[in-house]
């Protein structure tokens, strides 16, 4: 890694998307995005919490912004409702260019990278990227362009020597330039970073800060939060935004903050980090000094915003002296008066990034790279795929040992019931288990990749139901197989044909109960539910007592136990159908003769289409249930 002196005068770069014909040219236009009279409120222990309170304020192309304020005071809160992550509880005016804000038409050229930024730990630095581009680029767009793309955002922000490296092993400066290099596939004009320096030393987060300074001025608008920056850090940002309680108590030049706090009253010490007296400021109780500050930032940009002033040029002109190369080949000028520009030696002049906007890539494209997508994380998942089928494939063969021949043997017909019966609960646990815990892996990657505007929710959902299909048919598959021939069931292909369209009937429920659990409930609370709920039905599914001897009052809980139908089914695959008397190697056998079990089962009949049929049912019931989960999570987070 760079010394930390190479990051004082870190070259300029930006990035060469020349191969993109669509969108405009960043630095051809200034975007200014207006907020006035915001508020924003939010349940909080079931009550209407009011969190920003009246903010006004802009920010413009070209120029650094960073958010402070102490703990609480509103900082994610504004990045939120700003970047329309969030949307209710949110009213007030926010133009982009002069214009109203069309959420749809917004989310294309603008992204919000939180604090926490969620990845998929099992793909490279490369497959990551390529999957961006692959999502957000029209399908026009060729091979050789979105590489180059992907080539020219790795260079920049200095990713080359973890290019192919597993996202669970970068480092935490990695992955904040990984979450930047994501987003920067369409370069837009419009970014919001929640503390990007969070967790990292000072030397990665000057590295960060600096990168995002880069983009600036290429004519975006860059807003982040920041968390007690340093006096070095401070020099990068053109302007702040100052947060109090809800409140903003300063937004414009960072050179005109301190003036304006000396002017309401607060006196500012000498040789002071102005970001350390900015939350001081912001911390003192709601007194006149503050409340006045609160004033004048609302008279100055809720009822008129004066124009640019000699104030702002000089902001401009001292925060990017700190990036001007100390070589006499290389300087940078900045011409506030035609738009932010940088100007490099005659032999490699500065190109101005193209906006590509987020294409529109049908719902089937999203869905074919959603589930390659899924398929390559999941075949590097070791509880997901590896130790799974050698879970099912362990257990099968410990259970055909333990019933070996049994299948044949009329004297020990309920003992093989007691088999049938483990088989059922194996199969469903253990695939509704492993899919609760792969939910909270998936999910935030989800939500911030569908809030940010990737894919459809229809595709995500799509490519969940055909990614997981390959595990709901291996390990099924395999644990009926092994079990069943080491057990002697029925030598009857039909009726072998029979007990696996049931396992794998049986794991499909299993599993879109576990995620329908899993996305909606958090991990611990899905773990208790679904056996809580799952396993009471167990009863009522005629292995511990008779249907007919069930009362009355619980007998609707047998027509809905779908561990009923999927007992009723495999008993009717291996018993039923006019199956000859067992074997009996005792003088007396009474369960020797299937129909006579079938009998005391009270499992007389043509069954076997009718429990299909209410599996059937109970997928469909799990699949909705699945996407409302879905839903709900989304709403959840706007």
């Known amino acids: 890694m760079p010394d930390k002196d190479n990051y004082d005068s870190m070259e300029i770069e930006t990035i060469d998307n020349s191969s993109s014909a669509n969108g405009n040219l960043l630095g051809q236009e200034k975007f200014k995005l207006h907020f006035s009279n915001v508020f924003y409120t939010a349940k909080q222990n079931n009550k209407l919490v009011t969190i920003l309170n009246d903010i006004c304020g802009e920010f413009q192309s070209g120029r650094l912004t960073a958010v402070l304020g102490p703990s609480g005071a509103g900082k994610t809160s504004i990045l939120n409702v700003l970047s329309g992550f969030k949307a209710s509880g949110v009213s007030g005016k926010i133009t982009f260019n002069g214009k109203e804000r069309n959420s749809l038409a917004y989310r294309k050229v603008s992204c919000y990278i939180p604090q926490n930024f969620a990845l998929l730990d099992l793909l490279t630095v490369q497959e990551t990227m390529c999957d961006s581009v692959d999502l957000k680029l029209s399908p026009k767009t060729s091979s050789e362009e979105k590489e180059k793309i992907i080539d020219d955002i790795i260079r920049i922000l200095n990713m080359e020597k973890c290019r192919n490296r597993l996202v669970r092993n970068l480092s935490g400066g990695e992955r904040k330039r990984l979450s930047i290099a994501i987003e920067l596939v369409t370069n837009p004009p419009v970014m919001f970073f929640d503390e990007p320096t969070s967790g990292l030393d000072s030397v990665s987060s000057l590295q960060i800060i600096n990168y995002l300074k880069r983009l600036a001025l290429d004519g975006r608008i860059i807003v982040c939060v920041i968390h007690q920056p340093s006096s070095k850090l401070m020099k990068l940002f053109d302007d702040v935004i100052v947060m109090s309680r809800g409140h903003v108590v300063y937004s414009g030049p960072k050179v005109d903050m301190i003036p304006t706090f000396e002017e309401a009253g607060f006196a500012f010490p000498e040789y002071y980090n102005p970001a ?33 002033n000699e104030s702002t040029t000089n902001a401009i002109n001292e925060n990017t002296k700190i990036l001007n190369h100390s070589n006499n080949h290389t300087t940078i000028d900045v011409q506030p008066s035609s738009g932010t520009k940088s100007r490099r030696s005659t032999h490699e002049r500065c190109r101005f990034a193209t906006m590509r906007p987020k294409a529109k890539v049908g719902v089937c494209r999203q869905m074919v790279i959603l589930t390659r997508r899924s398929l390559r994380t999941m075949s590097r998942n070791l509880i997901a795929v590896q130790l799974r089928v050698i879970v099912h494939v362990i257990v099968a063969v410990l259970v055909g040992a333990v019933f070996w021949d049994i299948g044949n043997d009329g004297a020990r017909t309920l003992t093989n019931i007691s088999c049938i019966f483990f088989i059922i609960m194996f199969i469903f646990f253990g695939n509704a288990m492993p899919s609760i815990l792969l939910c909270p892996q998936d999910t935030p990657v989800f939500i911030r990749e569908y809030l940010n505007g990737w894919y459809s929710l229809r595709a995500y959902y799509a490519s969940k139901l055909t990614s997981d299909l390959p595990m709901l048919l291996i390990c099924p598959t395999l644990f009926t197989t092994i079990i069943y021939f080491m057990t002697s069931q029925p030598d009857d292909i039909v009726r072998f044909a029979m007990c696996w369209v049931i396992s794998i009937i049986l794991a499909i429920v299993g599993h879109f109960m576990g995620l329908a659990f899993g996305s909606t409930f958090e991990l611990q609370m899905a773990i208790l539910l679904v056996p809580g709920i799952s396993i009471p039905f167990m009863i009522f599914s005629g292995f511990f007592i008779r249907i ?26 291996i018993y039923g159908y006019g199956r000859p008397d067992l074997q009996c190697h005792r003088e007396f056998c009474y369960l020797k003769s299937p129909t006579k079990l079938l009998k005391e089962l009270d499992m007389q009949g043509d069954l076997y289409g009718h429990d299909i049929f209410v599996l059937s049912i109970w997928i469909i019931f799990f699949m909705v249930l699945f996407f409302i989960s879905l839903v709900l999570r989304v709403k959840r987070e706007q």
């Open 276 to 308: 350390d007296f900015a939350l001081e400021v912001s911390s003192e109780e709601h007194n006149e000094q503050l409340l006045s500050l609160i004033q004048t930032n609302k008279n100055r940009y809720c009822e008129q915003t004066p124009p640019p």
């Open 548 to 573: 007919n001897e069930v009362s009355s009052i619980f007998r609707p809980l047998c027509d809905i136990s779908f561990y009923r139908y999927t007992m009723e089914a495999l008993i009717q695959a």
